[in-house]
T-cell receptor
Framework: RKEVEQDPGPFNVPEGATVAFNCTYSNSASQSFFWYRQDCRKEPKLLMSVYSSGNEDGRFTAQLNRASQYISLLIRDSKLSDSATYLCVVNPSGTGGFKTIFGAGTRLFVKA | GAVVSQHPSWVICKSGTSVKIECRSLDFQATTMFWYRQFPKQSLMLMATSNEGSKATYEQGVEKDKFLINHASLTLSTLTVTSAHPEDSSFYIC?????????????FGPGTRLTVL
């Protein structure tokens, strides 16, 4: 089993749609969780951290379910510019550790 | 800000040559930098963790004699791909870690696309 698993997609949605991605992780001791966005042939950029209580940033909502060991990302009112690959990122060691595990990414295409 | 640069952004070389890639943190000091490799349509794979002033820590399956890492200062880490072969062609990305609030955010360089002929 991979340490971090994501549905590769692609998700093809129309503008304005709501889309949700899930990600599961295998290490129950994992402490830090993130969603990154990666555009084609570019480096990943941090989209948002994921906190235990859930957090929202504009059209983006991230949630963490420790019991089931998954995190989710919800995008509301999708824009064309949201088309990208979304990477689920887990730091198994907490704030004191350095190893970060990346999921393979979920590809999103938003169409007009 | 937290800007990380990489040089070169792309390189094409002949099989058997060595290629050096630089990673710099431009506006902050990074005691730890990370080197990743990403093949098309695959996730980033951590190759090694680069620690300033000490030897790098390599992930399982990564040859330390082939991928030489030097972290000579708090703002510069270099990755040298020695005797490169076509299978080494990939997108190499570095990142530097910056402690931020309740989590540890990594800032990524723009990547270096290596093509070995």
């Amino acid at each position: 089993r991979k340490e971090v698993e994501q549905d590769p997609g692609p998700f093809n949605v129309p503008e304005g749609a709501t889309v949700a991605f899930n990600c599961t992780y295998s290490n129950s001791a994992s402490q830090s969780f993130f969603w990154y966005r990666q555009d084609c042939r570019k480096e990943p950029k941090l989209l948002m951290s994921v906190y235990s209580s859930g957090n929202e940033d504009g059209r983006f909502t991230a949630q963490l379910n420790r019991a089931s060991q998954y995190i989710s990302l919800l995008i509301r009112d999708s824009k064309l510019s949201d088309s990208a690959t979304y990477l689920c990122v887990v730091n198994p060691s907490g704030t004191g550790g350095f190893k970060t595990i990346f999921g393979a990414g979920t590809r999103l295409f938003v169409k007009a | 800000g937290a800007v990380v640069s990489q040089h070169p952004s792309w390189v094409i070389c002949k099989s058997g040559t060595s290629v050096k890639i630089e990673c710099r943190s431009l506006d902050f000091q990074a005691t730890t930098m990370f080197w990743y490799r990403q093949f098309p349509k695959q996730s980033l794979m951590l190759m090694a963790t680069s620690n300033e002033g000490s030897k790098a820590t390599y992930e399982q399956g990564v040859e330390k004699d082939k991928f030489l890492i030097n972290h000579a200062s708090l703002t510069l880490s270099t990755l040298t791909v020695t005797s490169a072969h076509p299978e080494d062609s990939s997108f190499y990305i570095c990142s530097a870690r910056k402690l931020a609030g309740t989590g540890n955010e990594q800032f990524f360089g723009p990547g270096t696309r290596l093509t070995v002929l």
